[in-house]
């Protein structure tokens, strides 16, 4: 189990998923084990078995946020929306404090381009969390949308004084300030997000 965990925290989903599957034949109600395991298969996008996985520990004990909320982000993956904010609503109508869970909720309408509803569920997540940079990110991302630049500028602003190497704020902060007239800025945000992605994500095209 404990090498399991490690090496699903350094990405090493494969050697994960061996190792957990070894503790849970060895002791298969341990709930702790199949989560572990549900995040290496979400790793590997092997997404039946994450949500099979997460099903039993949901058998065992309904009211497993952690095994609902990657159930939610199994579905989401996958974009399937509406099964996500179904689970998600479930879990929440239980623990409204869960900030994972409005950002995941946030990030689903966002996609559903439900704007005002993203907005207000990803305000409620950094509320609970001021420093999480991906729910900052998308509520820049909603602000862009709605044409509030200023407003996602400063918010792209945050995230990468949060995360300096953030290529996707850098790219969305120049789209701002293309949008209000700021050639320069713009110019300087789109450079750097091309040198940042060049080293570590070299497909963002």
């Known amino acids: 189990m404990s090498e399991g965990e490690r ?7 494969a050697g994960a998923i061996t190792k957990l599957r070894s503790a849970l034949d060895l002791c298969p109600e341990r709930n702790d084990a199949a989560l572990e395991l549900t995040r290496a298969y979400l790793g590997m996008r092997q997404f039946d078995q994450a949500e099979s996985t997460a099903k039993k520990v949901l058998d065992r004990d309904p009211r497993s946020e952690a095994a609902q909320f990657l159930l939610a982000y199994s579905y989401f993956m996958q974009e399937r929306f509406q099964e996500t904010g179904d689970t998600l609503k479930k879990l929440l109508a239980e623990n409204n404090r869960n900030a994972d869970a409005h950002k995941l909720m946030g990030l689903t309408l966002f996609f ?7 907005e207000r569920e990803l ?21 862009y949308t709605q044409n509030k630049f200023p407003a996602a500028a400063d918010v792209f602003r945050r995230v990468l004084d949060l995360e300096p190497r953030h290529y996707k704020a850098y790219d969305s902060l120049g789209l701002c300030y293309e949008a209000m007239g700021k050639t320069a800025g713009a110019y300087a945000a789109f450079t750097k997000a091309q040198a940042i992605a060049r080293d570590v994500d070299p497909t963002y095209d």
């Open 112 to 118: 559903y381009k439900e704007d005002s509803r993203a």
């Open 7 to 13: 090496l699903v925290n350094g990405k090493q989903y």
């Open 123 to 143: 305000r409620v997540a950094l509320g609970l969390r001021p420093t999480d940079a991906e729910a900052l990110y998308y509520l820049g991302r909603v602000y």
